[in-house]
């Protein structure tokens, strides 16, 4: 081998090689793991995050972006005006306008790079079933600003919300909420806990859900059955 190369190589093996092995192993491994995942596919790395928020601010979380980035900027101009948002203190309002599905939703976080699991690929396709749906026409809904899904429904599934007359987000409205609070935050919510989207059903009369899942840092799009309850497992509330 040349000299000049294998000297290259020795100082680049004990240099930047093994300093990306060292932090592979280190503290941050998760962090350094999935910028090298997004170097390797050639995408935009170690980008400087979007500036923190208040808990106070994040409480009005920016659909306006959101709408942007779905390539929607007109359509929300006009919904705006025709539907002026009616601001419930401790509530975030979530606008869902014609036009926008799961599957825009999906592929918007994933163009932003936030990695995404579904149990299944087609959304559009596989929830038939939705309490409300923007076809039908534009509206605005709204639930209690919290990270966490709502804990008073914990333990409740979804025929037991069916029972109480308990209206619950669908799968469309807690994406669009995903999206909006990580364009504003670039935060995810239910890290502890899981959304019980009783709102909406699949063709095969489960029931969407929506997490985060830490392990793989990943956001989860999965389903449970409408009998399944448990203590992470909470619908949120509409509330009008």
């Known amino acids: 081998m040349d000299p000049m190369l294998s000297k290259a190589l ?3 093996n004990s240099g930047p090689l093994n300093q990306l092995l060292v932090n592979l192993r280190g503290t941050e491994a998760e962090l350094w793991d999935t910028q090298l995942k ?3 596919r050639k995408e935009q790395c170690w980008a400087s995050p979007l500036p923190a928020v208040s808990q106070r601010e994040a409480q009005t979380i920016n659909f306006t972006r959101c709408y942007h980035e779905l390539g929607m900027d007109q359509e929300y101009a006009d919904f705006l005006t025709a539907h002026p948002p009616q601001f419930v203190d401790g509530c975030w ?3 869902v306008l014609k036009g926008v599905t799961p599957n825009k939703v999906v592929k918007v976080l994933r163009r932003l790079n936030v990695a995404m699991s579904l149990y299944f690929e087609d959304l559009d396709k596989s929830v038939t079933i939705n309490d409300r749906d923007p ?3 534009s509206y605005w809904i709204q639930c209690t600003a919290t990270i966490e899904a ?3 429904n914990k333990n409740l599934s979804a025929n037991m919300l069916a029972e109480r007359g308990t ?3 669908t799968l469309l409205e807690r994406l669009l909420l995903e999206l909006a609070y990580w364009l504003t935050t670039t935060k995810h919510l239910d890290i502890k806990n899981i959304t019980l989207c009783s709102g909406s059903r699949y063709s095969d009369g489960s029931v969407p859900s929506v997490g985060w899942g830490s392990d793989y840092r990943e956001v989860c799009v999965d389903w449970y059955s409408p009998d399944s309850r448990g203590g992470s497992i909470r619908a949120r509330t509409v509330r009008q």
Do not use: S
């Open 10 to 12: 020795r100082e680049f």
């Open 38 to 40: 997004h170097f390797l």
């Open 93 to 95: 309002g979530i606008p």
């Open 135 to 137: 076809k039908d026409g």
């Open 150 to 152: 709502d804990e008073e």
């Open 167 to 169: 209206k619950g987000l």
